[in-house]
């Protein structure tokens, strides 16, 4: 069965193949290491970011592979501003921005905004890296966070030992970037076997409509843990800082608890209204659709 995520969006971003000299660009810029201590207990790769997945000579894999390979060409120009990313031209391209609540990033709630992704600055901004105000999921997971077997959903699960403000990043959802295709025989194979579902989709709409899948079963991050709900007290945003390819940010969407479970709605919530025939839902939040969400690729 299919557990899926879709967030709306509306968005377009130049991009540009990385050439010699942009390579030249990153190379002299200051590059940014995710911080991630995190591992698995079980028989997969642990990745920091999201990975290609293997090359099946498809056509449809170039152009994945040419997306990855590709660089964003916005970029700020805040280097004498000590208020980056403040310009909207420059710094966010209209996207949801971060404010600093008690030494953190989080971001600023607007649930009537038109975009809402986030666009980070990047290997090719001129802003100081210190006072930048627009870099979070860069730079890794947030600590605290503990695989645990879930007894609400008999099965693994990822919680905090910290409390969580509103709005504040969790961690990415990484693991192995799919084709269409691909997510669809892998899809057909879970489902024959009745296999968990690490595979999410990430619909955005912009002119073409654009989909991001991505598979952590065999190599992923943390994010492969958080199960879903209903009612959840995560949210998924899509978040691009160097490459086209969005990352799939997990956020807080209200404060939460040292001990809470972490979970995102599979089909980004609010407004789903997709097919609810996938495996009962074990949430037991007084919202409960009874299925977790189901939608076709
Ligand atoms: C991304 S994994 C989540 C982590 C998983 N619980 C584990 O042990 O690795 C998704 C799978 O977890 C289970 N799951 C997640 N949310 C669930 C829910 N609300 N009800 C029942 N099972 C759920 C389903 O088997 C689903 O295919």
Do not use: W
Request: contains cysteine; charged residues 25%.
């Amino acid at each position: 069965m299919k557990d899926k995520a879709q967030v709306g969006l509306k968005l377009e971003v130049p991009t540009v193949r990385k050439s010699s000299q942009m390579q030249q660009m990153k190379s002299m810029s200051t590059l940014i290491e995710i911080e991630d201590n995190y591992d698995h207990m079980e028989n997969v790769e642990y990745i920091l970011e999201n990975v290609l997945m293997p090359d099946d000579g498809s056509l449809e894999f170039r152009h994945l592979q040419d997306d990855y390979n590709s660089h964003l060409t916005l970029s700020c120009k805040c280097s004498n501003n000590n208020n980056c990313c403040n310009n909207i031209d420059f710094c966010h391209k209209g996207g949801l921005k971060y404010m600093r609540v008690k030494g953190e990033l989080v971001v600023i709630p607007n649930e009537s905004q038109q975009f809402r992704s986030i666009l980070e600055c990047n290997e090719l901004c001129e802003c100081q890296i210190s006072k930048c105000l627009n870099r979070r999921v860069q730079y890794g997971p947030r600590q605290k966070l503990e695989v645990f077997e879930s007894p609400l959903y008999k099965s693994k699960g990822l919680r905090t030992t910290a409390y969580i403000p509103s709005g504040a990043f969790i961690c990415e959802y990484a693991g192995e970037l799919l084709t269409l295709s691909e997510a669809q025989k892998r899809i057909q194979i879970i489902d024959e076997n009745c296999q968990m579902n690490y595979i999410l989709c990430l619909y955005e709409h912009s002119k073409t409509r654009l989909i991001t899948i991505v598979d952590p079963s065999k190599r992923g991050n943390i994010g492969r843990y958080l199960n879903h709900s209903c009612q959840p007290n995560c949210k998924i945003l899509p978040v691009r800082t160097n490459c086209p390819i969005p990352k799939i940010g997990i956020f807080a969407k209200r404060d939460i608890l040292a001990n809470e479970e972490l979970c995102f709605h599979y089909a980004g919530g609010d407004n789903y209204n997709g097919m609810l025939n996938g495996k009962p839902c074990l949430c037991g939040s007084t919202h409960c659709n009874g299925f977790i969400p189901n939608t076709q690729i």
